[in-house]
């Protein structure tokens, strides 16, 4: 099959002729090129040709449409071409008879209704937020009075799924974090002969501080994106339909559990990373500062008031509570296409991130008479 | 030119220890409507995704316009692919896009068409499968069932190309519908020329749209020829699905 072709012949007094051939389809307009198909549209410009089609091979709609937009969108005076052929163009008229969508017109106020959206939209992140907390509420009520329906075995399994296997990575982290914290301190300290004060910054930061947030980083990250992911693909397969169906409150058997486990295992993991990650520093100052292990340990106690572990476990539980309550939260917004699930699960990491951070800051005024060594 | 457009030789399918088919031939003329079927589980769907080239036999080969599905390099192998349109049972529409770009995907791919014909092509598609403009700005989410498999029909259509395949087209819609879009099937098959391939557990779509049947069991095609000629041989498939009672009401209802 030939490509397509178009010759132009001088007419001898009645209009020029322009003579079509050779296959006018979607595949051999394609190999002729954009710029064969602009040289075509321009040779055909100004109209007032007679055209003869009758040497077309083949055609589909696109080469169909090609030549009805050089006709300018009508039927020329003057045409000989195929009846299998013109058949299709008789489609191409008739397509061209329906209404085009309506254009909805730009409102002045373009930019106050993006601003309302967005309002409204917060507004409703909050009502939403507020109806998931109400019936966890709800249903810790329904459980004091029906011990039986705790959710046991769903309970057990997140807090394998989020709290056991988040062990390695806390561990790896929390260790190489005591690592590089010791080793910077320590030059610094060295300099002020100041080498026994590294035991308060290590024991006091990390525990205090860094070990929660650390953990809540990485918790949010995984196990946060995972179950928006979970229930997100949920939503979409309709399992949660298919349970409410069944008599299964979602709340309860979905994100009660969710919340409880993450609620249970994110102050072990804090407590588990915050150890290593005090191993790692342990380690770090005795190759630096040649600060053994056993003075180290010794030392810990003293320097550190037992205060500081309970406020980093209690952060552990409040930011575990808040990751699976978030996760969950974004997990149910999810609409049913892959879009609204990649942007509910990215925005449900971000929020918890920063929710976690904003609620060290509450927790850092609300505890600043606590635990401090006195010196 | 006139090579078969689907060929396929001696082809088996092994799932783990299970074949699914065994040294199975089906060759497919230029212009039929063929209605594939078989009990469940007799490999019907994956013998389509074989031909589309998404599952590579175990043994056998399988030729599309006289060509082999793979090798030859990746340019090659896409122009191949160009020349068949596939509806998938649930649409596969891609759920970030809406319905213009949706249908625009292949087309823009090509990236040898200005965006003016793009839009002139994709209105003529969805004219062709009976949409309307407005239609054009809905998200696929938005979209009833049998909208959705207009829609995709229209996808499939977008390259023009010369050979259908249709899974399960009429699954989850209702009569109605599904007589109305086995009519738009037939139209435009006829009428674009197109070779179409379908799988169906529907005798309504299956006596409505099929010019030949090929039946697909005792894991190879056990017959092929018109529903006339089907409906004669004695195997008890063939007399469950086409003998049975509700099965003579939907033919006689097809006729």
Known sequence: ?375 | MNAPVIRIRNLSTRFGTVWIHRHLDLEVARGEHVALVGGSGSGKTTLLRQMIGLLTPTEGEIRLFGEPLFGGGVARERALRQRLGVLFQHGALFSAFNVFDNIAFPLRELKLLDEALIHDLVMLKLEMVELLPRHALLMPAELSGGMVKRVALARALALEPELLLLDEPTAGLDPDRSDSFVRLIRTLGNELGLTVLFVTHDLDTLASLASRVAVLAEQRILAYGSIDEIMRLDHPFIRNFFLSERSQRALAHGH
């Open chain 1, 1 to 375: 099959m030939t490509g397509p072709a178009f010759v132009k012949q001088p007419g001898d007094g009645a209009p020029p002729v322009l003579k079509l051939s050779g296959a006018w389809t979607l595949r051999s307009l394609a190999k002729a090129g954009r710029d064969w198909q602009a040289r075509f549209t321009q040779s055909a410009a100004g109209g007032g040709f007679s055209w003869n089609c009758l040497d077309i091979e083949a055609l589909d709609s696109a080469g169909a449409l090609l030549i009805w937009r050089a006709w300018g969108r009508r039927r020329p005076d003057t045409l000989l071409i195929r009846p299998e052929h013109a058949r299709i163009f008789e489609r191409i008229a008739a397509a061209e008879q329906e209404p085009a969508a309506p254009v909805v017109p730009r409102s002045p106020f373009e930019s106050l209704i993006v601003l309302g959206a967005w309002m409204l939209g917060l507004v409703r992140h909050g009502r939403d937020f507020l109806i998931l907390l109400g019936q966890l509420v709800l249903d810790l009520l329904h459980l004091v009075r029906h011990p039986a329906d705790i959710p046991k075995r769903e309970i057990s399994a997140n807090i394998y799924k989020s709290g056991v296997r988040a062990m390695p990575v806390t561990a790896l982290v929390g260790f190489l974090i005591g690592v590089v914290l010791s080793y910077l301190s320590s030059l610094q300290l060295r300099q002020f002969g100041a080498d026994l004060f590294i035991v308060n910054i290590l024991g006091l930061g990390l525990i205090r501080e860094l070990g929660p947030v650390l953990v809540a980083v990485l918790v949010a990250g995984r196990s946060g994106s995972a179950m928006t992911a979970q229930l997100g693909t949920m939503r979409v397969t309709e399992e949660i339909d298919a349970l409410a169906t069944m008599g299964v409150p979602r709340s309860l058997r979905l994100i009660f559990p969710k919340v409880v486990a993450l609620g249970l295992a994110m102050p072990l993991l804090v407590l588990w990373t915050t150890a290593l990650a005090l191993a790692g520093g342990m380690v770090a100052a005795q190759v630096q500062l040649d600060i053994g292990h056993g003075f180290f340990l010794e030392t810990l106690p003293k320097a550190v008031p037992v205060a500081n572990l309970w406020i980093g476990l209690a952060k552990g539980v409040v930011f575990g509570i808040a990751i699976a309550l978030i996760a969950c939260h974004f997990g149910l917004r999810v609409a049913p296409n892959t879009e609204s699930l990649s942007a509910n699960t990215t925005a449900s990491v971000v929020s918890a991130i920063t929710v976690v951070i904003l609620l060290d800051a509450i927790f850092a005024i609300a505890t600043r008479g606590i635990g401090m060594p006195k010196l």
